[in-house]
């Protein structure tokens, strides 16, 4: 594993869902509860499947985020149920949708307390880059209270080498001064690694599908089980 310390990266963005606090389990949830009403026309599995095959289609068009997850529900539906799907069921899922725009954003261990160390130190800019809808990402970093230790919050429809060079050049720094941390291997570490910058992988123990990815070493990449450790090495 590289030591981050010979290179004391000028900024050190985060990922946001399931890196500072849980969101994934939130969905799977709501996956549950869509199974179960819709259990007179297909199995939770059958119903799963269909809703990750509706994202996928979808996500050009509808991008990431809560409300076009809330889309693809009804449209799985309206496809699982053959169009027999009663204005009744709709409701409870436009109701499932809401609720995750009100989950709590807890922070995860060592999260807030990393961060202060961080913070204080004052030798690192810290920020928040994260891809989703722009209301609901920014209401859950509010309700998170980690906010305060952030000097700039970038939340973009994707996160791809396109999005990762913007970011550099919004902060005036060179990739190889920026150290992306997150949990998802596809978006927070594969394209930033690819532009030169450098990643700390977190894994959360649920993934979205859609995020699955294969996994390789890298001399920039450094592995990491528990977000504390991120104070240490720095």
Known sequence: MPDIRKIQPKVIAFDADDTLWDCQTWFD????????????WATQEEVSRSLI???????????????????????NAVVVSGGAVTGDTVQKLIDIGKQLLRFPTTPLPEVAETLQLLAAKRCYRLVVFTKGELMDQEDKLRRSGLEQFFSHVEIVSNKTEREYRQLCENLDVAPEETL??????RSDIAPALAVGAWAAHIPYHVVWALEKSDEFPHERLIEMSHFGQLAEML
């Open 29 to 40: 949830e709501a996956d549950r509860q869509c199974g179960r009403l819709l259990s007179q």
């Open 53 to 75: 095959a509706t994202e996928h289609k979808n996500l050009p068009l509808t991008g990431y985020g809560t409300k076009a997850f809330t889309l693809s529900l009804i449209e």
């Open 180 to 185: 992306m941390v997150g949990n998802s291997f």
